[in-house]
């Protein structure tokens, strides 16, 4: 067989003529639309014969850069934190305190903004987890574990206990809802809880209680948290669900109770949650009613959310200040967090002597003030400050392995 004759034409050649041409093509589009964006942001008596003109002659580009300035304004609109004002805020908690008190199964939703007054770093807010690290921020935080629940939690413990609420479904992992006293039938925990972990190997699945962030080694698809099953034997895994996740865990997710609340609910209350991945699933919304007989829905939160053109209500206030004017128009009082009535001092397994030294996490210390088997020394309590990955991440960079310590398993 002979080769191609003329070099010019053979395939490779045309091929390589091909693409640069397609190079030089797109090198062309950037600056027509460099050009363009440049003009379009002079006001128009500013703009030279040669720039309208060039506009005229773009405007296909004229349009896409058009579109794409509003894609960004919208965007940014709906990150703004916006505050209702304090007569407006009152006035819409009234509406709230009477949609309480006629629901017959009001179920509450919540997410990351009623923990950030417990000092836990929301997820999209303006200094969330996700915004600082979108911004290429690393993340540092007073650790995790010294949180306590909120007035806002506290609330909707009393809330129900009053029977005033239902069940909660919560995408916090924090374990505040539990700490706060809230009994576990009446709570779905569906992106886990960083305080348990369970061993899948057991029949049926055996929950360990910790006093610290189980979650410190584990990451997303790895969920070993370096101790072992003290029945079995296998290692225990933690309960967090990350994005791109399923969670299929009968506890703490309680999924079945979480479905059930939502088919039985004329009433949600949706507090500090930005729904972008509550909205997701869908059995929590009864999309299958016909409109008029979906379950009402309110919304507490700063920023924009995906659900808030079906809201009944969007109030734009911080939760514990609504929840606070909400229970005074309930006259109902807010009972403070006492450690004492924690129960989680009285859920958790205790670490046996040889996992003393399987984390570096702060531990809780119990009501009696005496602090149950820690691994805390002073070095590793300054590194606590900085928190590298765990249950709010994405799975990102997770813990270094610490140099001269052996991890537990
Ligand atoms: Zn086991």
């Not at 950037?30 to 002079?42: D, H």
């Not at 128009?44 to 300035?69: G, M, P, Y």
């Not at 299958?288 to 809201?311: E, F, G, H, S």
Request: proline content about 4%.
């Amino acid at each position: 067989m002979e080769e191609e004759p003329d070099d010019d034409t053979s395939p490779r050649t045309k091929r390589k003529a091909l693409e640069k041409a397609k190079i030089l093509q797109r090198e062309r589009d950037r600056t027509i639309f460099r050009l363009v964006g440049r003009v379009l942001k002079k006001p128009e008596a500013e703009r030279s014969k040669e720039e309208a003109a060039a506009l005229l002659q773009h405007r296909e580009t004229v349009d896409e850069v058009c579109k794409r300035q509003i894609r960004r304004t919208v965007l940014k609109r709906k990150q703004e934190e916006v505050f209702d004002d304090a007569d407006e805020l009152k006035e819409k908690v009234k509406h709230l305190a009477e949609a309480f008190r006629e629901a017959k199964h009001l179920v509450v939703y919540t997410g990351a903004g009623i923990s950030t007054a417990a000092s836990i770093p929301d997820y999209r807010g303006p200094n969330g987890v996700w915004t600082q690290l979108q911004k290429g921020r690393t993340v540092s935080s007073s650790d995790l574990s010294k949180a306590e629940p909120t007035l806002t939690h506290m609330a909707i413990r009393t809330l129900q206990k009053e029977k005033l609420v239902k069940h909660v479904v919560s995408q916090n992992c924090d374990g505040l809802h539990l700490r706060s006293g809230l009994p576990r039938h009446a709570l779905s925990e569906l992106h886990g809880n960083m305080f348990i972990e369970v061993c899948t190997t057991c029949s049926p699945v055996r929950e360990f209680v910790r006093l610290f962030d189980v979650t410190e080694r584990t990451s997303l698809h790895r969920h070993a948290t370096g101790r072992r099953c003290s029945h079995c034997g296998a290692e225990l895994r933690d309960t967090i669900v990350h994005f791109g996740e399923r969670g299929t865990l009968e506890q703490p997710l309680n999924w079945k109770g979480a479905a059930e609340a939502a088919d039985e609910a004329d009433v949600i209350l949706c507090l500090g949650s930005s729904l972008k991945v509550l909205k997701k699933y869908a059995c929590l919304w009864s999309m299958n009613r016909p409109a008029n007989k979906r379950p009402k829905l309110y919304i507490v939160n700063l920023q924009w959310t995906p659900k808030d053109d079906l809201a009944a209500l969007k109030i734009h206030g911080r939760c514990d200040d609504v929840i606070s004017l909400l229970m005074e128009e309930l006259k109902l009082q807010i009972p403070d967090y006492e450690r004492a009535q924690d129960p989680i001092f009285s859920l958790a397994t205790p670490l046996r002597p040889e996992e003393v030294n399987s984390h570096t996490r702060e531990v809780l210390v119990s009501p009696e003030g005496q602090e149950d088997v820690s691994a805390e020394t002073s070095e590793q309590l300054e590194e606590a400050t900085s928190v590298q990955g765990g249950w709010f991440g994405r799975g990102y960079s997770k813990g270094r392995r610490r140099k001269g310590k052996k991890l537990y398993n």
